[in-house]
């Protein structure tokens, strides 16, 4: 399987800061990413698709101008919480789709991003 | 992708198999299952996948039932390490692996 990583592990801003978090695939190239953001006691929510060499992929209800993504190369994406507000408090998770040997993709998650937002 | 019923918690007896049930009955030909499960503050591991065969590996086992409307995934041995949040996620094999995460099953391992 893929090994992710991501940085940082936790985060602590200001309201009004701008705070980004990397995603890295460690061991295999990744022309797609995903960013998931989980609220304490509730399931992953699905962000954005991020694309290597074009624009990410928001789901419905997910500002992209407050929740920048960045594909910068094959094995790193970025995710930036512009202006975060307390709201944004959450767990930010990105996992990579993965090829194997029974021609399914499966995904595998970094270990996630707590940020709080002061 | 179909959705998916899973009890909201269960609990499993230290070094008992540990049998976490899962309904799509509206799922579709093309669609696999597939179980990850996620432990407090970290983020999900895959366990296993299949798409109506059953399937085994180191981690757990996965039999889907012949109409494949349900499925059950089987952790033999369950320890302390396995109290987690299991999820049962029914997709087709395209969209680069995107899934949608239901509320999923917490198993709570006792000793």
């Known amino acids: 399987g893929a090994v992710v990583s991501q940085h940082p592990s936790w985060v602590i801003c200001k309201s009004g800061t701008s705070v980004k978090i990397e995603c890295r695939s460690l061991?295999?190239?990744?022309?797609?990413m995903f960013w998931y953001r989980q609220f304490p006691k509730q399931s992953l929510m699905l962000m954005a698709t991020s694309n290597e060499g074009s624009k990410a992929t928001y789901e419905q209800g997910v500002e992209k101008d407050k929740f920048l993504i960045n594909h910068a190369s094959l094995t790193l994406s970025t995710l930036t919480v512009t202006s975060a507000h307390p709201e944004d408090s959450s767990f930010y998770i990105c996992?990579?789709?993965?090829?194997?040997?029974?021609?399914?993709?499966?995904?595998?998650f970094g270990p996630g991003t707590r940020l709080t937002v002061l | 992708d179909a959705k998916t019923t899973q009890p909201p918690s269960m609990d499993c007896a230290e070094g008992r198999a540990a049998n976490l049930p899962c309904n799509h009955s509206t799922i579709s030909g093309n669609e696999y299952v597939y179980w990850y499960r996620q432990i407090h503050s970290q983020g999900p591991q895959y366990i296993i996948h299949g798409l109506k065969n059953n399937e085994t590996n180191e981690m757990a086992s996965l039999i889907i039932t012949e109409d494949r409307k349900s499925s059950t995934l089987i952790l033999p041995h369950a320890t302390l390490r396995d109290t987690a949040v299991y999820y049962c996620?029914?997709?087709?094999?395209?969209?680069?692996?995107?899934?949608?995460f239901g509320d999923g099953t917490t198993l709570t391992v006792k000793p």
């Open positions: 061991d295999f190239q990744a022309t797609t």
């Open positions: 996992s990579v789709p993965w090829r194997g040997s029974k021609y399914t993709d499966t995904q595998y």
């Open positions: 996620i029914v997709r087709v094999n395209t969209n680069a692996g995107k899934s949608t």
